[in-house]
């Protein structure tokens, strides 16, 4: 095992360029699998409960390919700016490994079903770039393989192949990501696509969404590419970010001392957070493809592409576009709210019958709601608070019944009682009080009470305004609705 | 047109197959007459017709996405040279 990488923060001889391009598998939405029958819902089952003699290529079985599959990976296609052949080919790629029962995987490879596409992809210094998309090509997934079971290494392997045979688009970006950040952004894009369109949940804990990277280092300004090295086993975001820059090290390190880079596949190993060659795929890079005889090509006609087109959904970017054209928000918030189809749509839900109220209850779901999602690994679709219970918190909000604070008190209740705002208001005694007469009343007091602060905010000492909002809230146990105070203050002494 | 020993190993190795020094010679010679015997269809002009992947002029060969449950796992696993459990046991192959 070779073991190069010096610590981050390396300086290296030359100014070098990371150059990435990404291969990422997700799979599709569907209920079956991609040639058979089978159900995809294996995941966490009892192992080889979702099979049939088709994925375990049993002799004289013939694979029949799901429509749904086909609709959802053209679909994806098209939400990724692809172009679809008009025609294309499956095709066997050949290889002898335990989790492929047919000693080949049905896939594409001359005749892939779209190419030429291109992602816009929203950067941390607020630029936004085209990643170019090479392909997108449909193909099923292999087996499981189980080398321990719990803690304990087994001297054998085990197979399960409820996902072999799970339909799988394999999008190929060109070379056009220069950073494991703009890799991360990448891959960000692309989840929140293929999530919105409904083409894959990409829930990567179970394996929905699987990512190599393409990784090369050149002197910055340079137009030929360096030779490159293919990473695997990058089960995360983060873990393609922290293979990324551990292999900046390694190549850096080998280029700097005059060395040379070999193309080969190399393992990310998480635990130990280097990468390191994978030998034994070597030899068996001679897939000898060729088109699959029991399946008849896949035609796009026009008007199925058309259909489909037709009934993609509003994809993240133009949803960002509209929640700040629309409902008047910042880039941030609608960035955030629309990052996530559930998300967007629960809190569009929550909004009718709320005009004008789209920055308090965006405040809300952000800073609030958010948060509790996250904190419970749960999606807005099954948040225990409905969208519509949230807008009568936010309208309470709006109205000033109810300070930020007390929202989030409301809020934490609601999530566990599900009972409605209103009642919860008046159940915790947080309403604000934002009747004039009787905040008048106290700040009457408070004038009395603080002569000299009323003096000096007479005559134009703006801060001594706190002290006496400070005797109001006081005066009011904190019920006082401080906006209003504050108003009624300046009136109260300007006269 | 011509096949070398080392062509046929190659192949050999790639369908797992191990051959004796023998049959590298036997196969390789059969090997060879099958080529020779496709190298035939290169006299025909060709020329007008589209390469195909397929000769049944279908397209589109599509099923919906209907689970069918196959109720008889066992019986597959039962083909198996060794299971554990509901597994498939294979020898390791731990990279």
Same mark, same amino acid.
């Given at each position: 095992m070779e073991r190069v990488g010096p610590a981050a923060g390396m300086t290296t001889k030359t100014d070098y360029e990371m150059v990435v391009g990404l291969?990422?598998?997700?799979?599709?939405?569907?209920?079956?699998?991609?040639?058979?029958?089978?159900?995809? $819902?294996?995941?966490?089952?009892?192992?080889?409960?979702?099979?049939?003699?088709?994925?375990?290529?049993?002799? %004289?079985?013939?694979?029949?390919?799901?429509?749904?599959?086909?609709?959802?990976?053209?679909?994806?296609a098209l939400a990724l700016d692809c172009r679809l052949a008009e025609e294309s080919v499956f095709a066997r790629k050949n290889y002898f490994y335990p989790d492929l029962p047919k000693a080949y995987q049905i896939s594409q490879y001359e005749r892939p079903f779209s190419t030429d596409g291109g992602l816009d992809v929203a950067l941390k210094d607020g630029r936004v770039k085209r990643v170019r998309i090479h392909r997108v090509h449909l193909e099923e997934d292999a087996g499981k393989l189980l080398h321990e079971i719990g803690s304990k290494r087994l001297d054998y392997s085990l197979v399960d192949f409820n996902r072999g045979g799970a339909p799988l688009i394999e999008i190929v970006s060109e070379p056009d990501l220069r950073s494991s950040e703009e890799a991360y952004a990448y891959l960000t894009a692309l989840k929140e696509v293929l999530q919105?369109?409904?083409?894959?949940?990409?829930?990567?804990?179970? %394996?929905?969404?699987?990512?190599?990277?393409?990784?090369?280092?050149?002197?910055?300004?340079?137009?030929?590419?360096?030779?490159?090295?293919?990473?695997?086993?990058?089960?995360?975001?983060?873990?393609?970010?922290?293979?990324?820059?551990?292999?900046?090290?390694?190549?850096?390190?080998?280029?700097?001392?005059?060395?040379?880079?070999?193309?080969?596949t190399r393992l990310w190993d998480a635990q130990r957070q280097e990468?390191?060659?994978?030998?034994? +795929? *070597?030899?068996?890079h001679d897939y000898r493809y060729f088109p699959d005889p029991d399946l008849a090509p896949l035609?796009?006609?026009?008007?199925?592409?058309?259909?489909?087109?037709?009934?993609?959904?509003?994809?993240?970017?133009?949803?960002?576009?509209?929640?700040?054209?629309?409902?008047?928000?910042?880039?941030? $918030?609608?960035?955030?709210?629309?990052?996530?189809?559930?998300?967007?749509?629960?809190?569009?839900?929550?909004?009718?019958?709320?005009?004008?109220?789209? +920055?308090?209850?965006?405040?809300?779901?952000?800073?609030?709601?958010?948060?509790?999602?996250?904190?419970?690994?749960?999606?807005?679709?099954?948040?225990?608070?409905?969208?519509?219970?949230?807008?009568?918190?936010?309208?309470?909000?709006?109205? %000033?019944?109810?300070?930020?604070?007390?929202?989030?008190?409301?809020?934490a209740r609601m999530w566990e009682s599900g009972k409605p705002a209103a009642v919860l208001v008046a159940e915790l005694g947080v309403s604000q009080v934002s009747d004039d007469a009787q905040l008048r009343d106290w700040i *009457?007091?408070?004038l009395r009470a603080q002569p000299q602060a009323a003096a000096d905010l007479k005559s134009g000492k703006e801060r001594a305004i706190g002290s006496l909002v400070g005797v109001v809230m006081k005066l009011s146990k904190g019920k006082a609705n401080p906006?209003?105070?504050?108003?009624?203050?300046?009136?109260?002494?300007?006269? | 047109m011509a096949i070398s020993e080392e062509d046929v190993r190659k192949i050999a190795k790639l369908a797992r197959l191990?051959?004796?020094?023998?049959?590298?010679?036997?196969?390789?010679?059969?090997?060879?007459?099958?080529?020779e015997s496709m190298a035939e269809l290169e006299s025909l002009d060709a020329s007008s017709v589209p390469p195909t992947a397929s000769v049944l002029g279908l397209a589109n060969v599509l099923r919906e996405d209907e689970p069918r449950p196959f109720d008889d796992g066992d019986a597959l696993l039962a083909n198996a040279p060794e299971r554990e459990g509901p597994y498939y046991k294979v020898p390791k192959v731990l990279e």
């Amino acid at each position: 095992m070779e073991r190069v990488g010096p610590a981050a923060g390396m300086t290296t001889k030359t100014d070098y360029e990371m150059v990435v391009g990404l291969e990422v598998h997700c799979q599709l939405a569907t209920r079956t699998k991609l040639f058979c029958a089978c159900g995809t $819902d294996g995941f966490g089952e009892t192992a080889n409960t979702r099979v049939c003699p088709v994925c375990t290529g049993q002799p %004289g079985t013939l694979p029949v390919l799901n429509k749904r599959a086909v609709e959802l990976a053209f679909q994806a296609a098209l939400a990724l700016d692809c172009r679809l052949a008009e025609e294309s080919v499956f095709a066997r790629k050949n290889y002898f490994y335990p989790d492929l029962p047919k000693a080949y995987q049905i896939s594409q490879y001359e005749r892939p079903f779209s190419t030429d596409g291109g992602l816009d992809v929203a950067l941390k210094d607020g630029r936004v770039k085209r990643v170019r998309i090479h392909r997108v090509h449909l193909e099923e997934d292999a087996g499981k393989l189980l080398h321990e079971i719990g803690s304990k290494r087994l001297d054998y392997s085990l197979v399960d192949f409820n996902r072999g045979g799970a339909p799988l688009i394999e999008i190929v970006s060109e070379p056009d990501l220069r950073s494991s950040e703009e890799a991360y952004a990448y891959l960000t894009a692309l989840k929140e696509v293929l999530q919105h369109a409904g083409c894959s949940r990409c829930d990567m804990e179970k %394996g929905e969404m699987r990512c190599d990277a393409n990784v090369s280092l050149r002197a910055r300004g340079r137009g030929e590419l360096g030779t490159r090295a293919e990473l695997k086993n990058l089960n995360s975001f983060k873990g393609v970010k922290d293979a990324l820059e551990y292999e900046f090290r390694r190549q850096a390190a080998l280029l700097d001392s005059g060395r040379r880079v070999v193309q080969e596949t190399r393992l990310w190993d998480a635990q130990r957070q280097e990468t390191r060659s994978m030998r034994s +795929k *070597e030899e068996a890079h001679d897939y000898r493809y060729f088109p699959d005889p029991d399946l008849a090509p896949l035609r796009a006609a026009p008007e199925w592409v058309a259909a489909l087109k037709a009934s993609l959904p509003e994809l993240p970017a133009a949803k960002r576009q509209r929640f700040q054209s629309q409902h008047a928000l910042s880039a941030y $918030d609608a960035s955030v709210l629309a990052s996530d189809r559930e998300l967007a749509e629960y809190f569009e839900r929550a909004l009718s019958g709320l005009p004008g109220g789209a +920055k308090t209850l965006a405040n809300l779901v952000i800073n609030e709601l958010l948060g509790k999602l996250n904190a419970e690994k749960m999606t807005a679709g099954r948040c225990p608070v409905p969208a519509e219970s949230l807008g009568e918190l936010a309208r309470l909000v709006q109205a %000033g019944t109810l300070s930020s604070k007390g929202a989030k008190d409301v809020l934490a209740r609601m999530w566990e009682s599900g009972k409605p705002a209103a009642v919860l208001v008046a159940e915790l005694g947080v309403s604000q009080v934002s009747d004039d007469a009787q905040l008048r009343d106290w700040i *009457e007091q408070a004038l009395r009470a603080q002569p000299q602060a009323a003096a000096d905010l007479k005559s134009g000492k703006e801060r001594a305004i706190g002290s006496l909002v400070g005797v109001v809230m006081k005066l009011s146990k904190g019920k006082a609705n401080p906006a209003r105070v504050n108003v009624l203050i300046k009136e109260a002494v300007s006269r | 047109m011509a096949i070398s020993e080392e062509d046929v190993r190659k192949i050999a190795k790639l369908a797992r197959l191990d051959l004796s020094e023998d049959e590298v010679r036997l196969y390789g010679g059969q090997l060879l007459k099958i080529i020779e015997s496709m190298a035939e269809l290169e006299s025909l002009d060709a020329s007008s017709v589209p390469p195909t992947a397929s000769v049944l002029g279908l397209a589109n060969v599509l099923r919906e996405d209907e689970p069918r449950p196959f109720d008889d796992g066992d019986a597959l696993l039962a083909n198996a040279p060794e299971r554990e459990g509901p597994y498939y046991k294979v020898p390791k192959v731990l990279e």
